[in-house]
Nanobody
């Protein structure tokens, strides 16, 4: 049974940093696309960052425009863990952040394209 568990959320001031972790279990994830999504109150779930499974020794990484240059996604395959380093946080980054996994090495990063989801971790950024 695939399980994704997020951690690392919290309350921070604008300009601060946080690192989210997603621990995956239930199978090997090295060849699976892994992504971070977020959902703010009253808004739809949106893509934040994604990293493909390994393809010919390389990973393909994508970011939403709103976080590009501030957030960094990475993965530790032996540990089955994906990270999201978030720097220069803004109040508009406040949301529940979800880890997701696809049953293939790539994704179009639409929430409907993901096969497994964690329960989320809350990030609150105060001004």
């Amino acid at each position: 049974q695939v399980q994704l568990v997020e951690s690392g959320g919290g309350l921070v001031q604008a300009g601060a940093s946080l690192r989210l972790s997603c621990a995956a279990s239930g199978r090997t994830f090295s060849s699976s696309a892994m992504g971070w999504f977020r959902q703010a109150p009253g808004k739809e779930r949106e893509f934040v960052a994604g990293i493909s499974g390994k393809r010919r020794g390389l990973y393909v990484i994508n970011y939403a425009d709103s976080v590009n240059g501030r957030f960094t996604i990475s993965r530790d395959n032996p540990e089955n863990t994906v990270y999201l380093q978030m720097n220069s946080l803004k109040p508009e980054d406040t949301a529940v952040y979800y880890c997701a996994c696809a049953d293939r090495d790539g994704s179009n990063w639409s929430p409907s394209d993901m096969d497994y989801w964690g329960k989320g971790t809350l990030v609150t950024v105060s001004s």
